[in-house]
């Protein structure tokens, strides 16, 4: 399958939408989100919020409200829009299946919805959420090997067809509970350069893939595809040619079975911007884009549709954090002089990425006033701590130069849209963080 990139008049269609912010002469504002693109839950979070202009505006306009002291994210639905709409041109033959795990915010599953985009689901919570949406049946890969049988059984109660397998077990269940699915293999790829390695959880050895077709054909379940992937956070951009390379080398045994498969999932992985990992999306999509031309030449695999299933490159630099110093230590040494700053979300909240995907996020200064930017003065070393009353919560050890903040100023840590507030907690009774939105493109609000 050809994904056509956005062009001028497709960009005009979707930015003609009815248009819910209007622009102000009283400064920055916030106003309620419109009433048909409420309803979404994030948890306890409430996203009711929305507004005109900037992310810095929309901080402005945040901290500028009575008592503003609760941490919050602004998410920026323009970001998403320009990263869709770099996907389409660089990679023109993959469609997008976006990682609802990854940030299941229901407004950026609405963006992507309507711009064409499919969706990887993992759960049967996730299929709900995106059924919901509208989104067809068709355009959501089930892409979780180990299925627990009741979600198996509202999958194929909704017609969500396709969905992957790694193992004979699987199979058998596939057989049993959805005889109608189009089942993917999810073979092992090279992810030994990834942050997160998938492949230590997932993923049939090459050895075992013929075996594993033979056993399906025996079943009586439909193999359509080959799909891999090369691990959050994957550092290398030659794991993907490495792996498509071994996929085709599996499509050619199903070939040699009587089998031929129609669907090839290159997974996630993907940067998003500015990603820390310092692989650049620019140079992954020119080193898919070639290996699936060398391996699938589209004369030869007309047939073969391509997605893939990115998560961070969509939503990670769309959301920024901003949270409030609640309290702060001073520790003095012998001529030095050093703070420990206590902030309210940390590492059981937002900031849980830490642990799980292992991110070292960095702030930027955002004082109560509303001014943006580093404030000029002495550097301390300086460490940040989240709320909590346990002593790992802690989201950026000492050594961090800061200039003397005070109880009441506001940090704003950005590139926070991955992995993020779907993973957080509410332990010691923290609430989770706000969201404000705000649409740079004019793209859905």
């Keep these: 399958m050809h994904v056509t990139a956005i062009n001028d008049s497709a960009a005009d269609s979707l930015r003609e939408a009815p248009t819910k912010i209007k622009a102000t002469s009283g400064g920055a504002r916030l106003f309620e989100l419109p009433a048909d693109l409420r309803g979404h839950d994030m948890g306890d979070a409430a996203v009711t919020r929305y507004s005109p202009g900037s992310v810095d505006d929309a901080l402005r306009a945040k901290l500028a409200q009575s008592g503003a002291e609760d941490a919050f994210f602004v998410a920026d639905l323009g970001e998403v829009y320009r990263q869709y709409a770099q996907w389409t041109k660089l990679l023109p033959r993959v469609q997008p299946f976006f ?26 919570g996730e ?5 919901s949406e509208g989104v067809s049946a068709g355009n959501i890969i089930y ?3 180990c299925k627990p049988a009741s979600h198996l059984r509202y999958a ?3 017609g969500v067809k396709l969905m992957t397998f790694d193992n004979a077990d699987e199979l058998e269940k596939i057989s049993e509970l959805h005889p109608g699915a189009k089942a993917v293999l999810r073979i092992l790829a090279d992810d030994s350069s990834a942050l997160c390695r998938l492949g230590l959880k997932f993923g049939a050895e090459p050895g075992s893939a013929a075996a594993l077709l033979r056993t399906a054909i025996r079943l009586g379940v439909q193999v359509v595809g080959v799909s891999f992937h090369v691990g959050s956070g994957c550092k290398s951009e030659a ?8 996929a085709r080398c599996v499509f ?6 009587g089998l031929q498969l129609s669907l090839l999932d290159v997974g996630g992985g993907f940067p998003g911007r500015n990603d820390t990992t310092g692989l650049d999306f620019n140079v992954v999509a020119r080193v898919l884009s070639a290996a699936i031309d060398r391996h699938f030449p589209q004369d030869a695999y007309a047939h073969v549709r391509v997605i893939a299933e990115p998560g961070r490159y969509f939503v990670a630099s769309a959301f920024s954090l901003a949270v409030n110093v609640v309290a702060r230590r001073r520790i003095e040494g012998e001529g030095t002089e050093s703070y420990m700053y206590y902030v309210n979300d940390g590492v059981y909240g937002s900031f849980n990425c830490i642990v799980f995907d292992h991110q070292s ?3 930027r200064l955002l004082h109560t006033r509303g001014e943006l930017g580093v404030a000029a003065g002495t550097l301390f070393k300086s460490s940040i701590w989240g709320p909590t009353c346990d002593s790992i919560d802690c989201i950026v050890p000492s050594g961090l130069l ?3 903040l005070r109880i009441g100023d506001w940090l704003v840590f950005d590139g926070m849209g991955a992995y993020t507030l779907c993973a957080a907690s509410r332990f010691n009774g923290f609430k989770l963080s706000d969201i404000v939105y705000v649409d740079s493109e004019r793209a859905l609000l």
């Design 99 to 124: 990682a609802v795990k990854c940030n299941p915010d229901a407004l950026v599953i609405k963006l992507l919805a309507r711009l064409g985009a499919g969706f990887d689901c993992a759960s049967k």
């Design 127 to 131: 299929l709900m959420q995106v059924l």
């Design 143 to 145: 892409a979780h090997p």
């Design 156 to 158: 194929a109660a909704q």
């Design 239 to 246: 794991a993907f040619s490495d792996a498509v390379e071994r």
């Design 252 to 257: 050619d045994q199903a070939a040699a079975l």
């Design 361 to 363: 996020p960095r702030p």
């Design 402 to 404: 800061l200039p003397e």
